[in-house]
T-cell receptor
């Protein structure tokens, strides 16, 4: 089944403890992106990657890192999480940048709470 | 800049009612426009899209027409069902940017049996 898999689905952590949210897609998509979803703000892009070893900042990159060493994987790294990073995170992938016939394929989300 | 504005929710309707969720956009050039749907506990799914003016996207009984003159892409459905209860996001992919889709803030729709 074609899908984007995120792990974990839920995570509660403490301020300052490094964490990684994994994202993997099995569709050979070139483009991958991370969004965070907050009430009243919709989805805001954190980072994106146009291909292996090519990453760039989105609208809200502060406090996050990403890497794209393989085409299928695009992990999101929080080196020192803070409470304002408590949010629902989505990974998405696409053959191109979303204007193709299928748009983005989204993962099921990771709900992160930083205390 | 590029942005999407959609009507605030929640929207509550009775089953078989007519649905309209308003969406307007600001963009340079000729963006592609999308509606995504998010069911409880799930990620977003593409519902429909339109890539140029006067295009009509349709899927699962939902429709939206790309209106360049009014910069709008309103979502409509003639007869909603309880299973349509979800959050709906209007979005655009700017022609000038190959890097992102910009989402509206979402409209929560609840359908009463």
């Amino acid at each position: 089944e074609a899908q984007v898999t995120q792990n974990p689905r839920y995570l509660i952590t403490v301020t300052g403890k490094k964490l990684t949210v994994t994202c993997s897609q099995n569709m050979n998509h070139e483009y991958m992106s991370w969004y965070r979803q907050d009430p009243g703000l919709g989805l805001r892009q954190i980072y994106y990657s146009m291909n292996v070893e090519v990453t760039d900042k989105g609208d809200v990159p502060e406090g996050y890192k990403v890497s794209r060493k393989e085409k299928r994987n695009f992990p999101l790294i929080l080196e020192s999480p803070s409470p304002n990073q408590t949010s629902l995170y989505f990974c998405a992938s696409s053959l191109s940048t979303g204007t193709g016939p299928y748009g983005y394929t989204f993962g099921s989300g990771t709900r992160l709470t930083v205390v | 800049g590029n942005s999407v504005t959609q009507m605030e929710g929640p929207v509550t309707l009775s089953e078989e009612a007519f649905l309209t969720i308003n969406c307007t956009y600001t963009a340079t050039g000729y963006p592609s426009l999308f509606w995504y749907v998010q069911y409880p506990g799930e990620g977003l799914q593409l519902l429909l899209k339109a890539t140029k003016a006067d295009d009509k996207g349709s899927n699962k009984g939902f429709e939206a027409t790309y209106r360049k003159e009014t910069t709008s892409f309103h979502l409509e459905k003639g007869s909603v069902q309880v299973s349509d209860s979800a959050v709906y996001f209007c979005a655009l992919n700017p022609y000038s940017s190959a890097s992102k889709i910009i989402f509206g803030s979402g409209t929560r729709l609840s359908i009463r049996p």
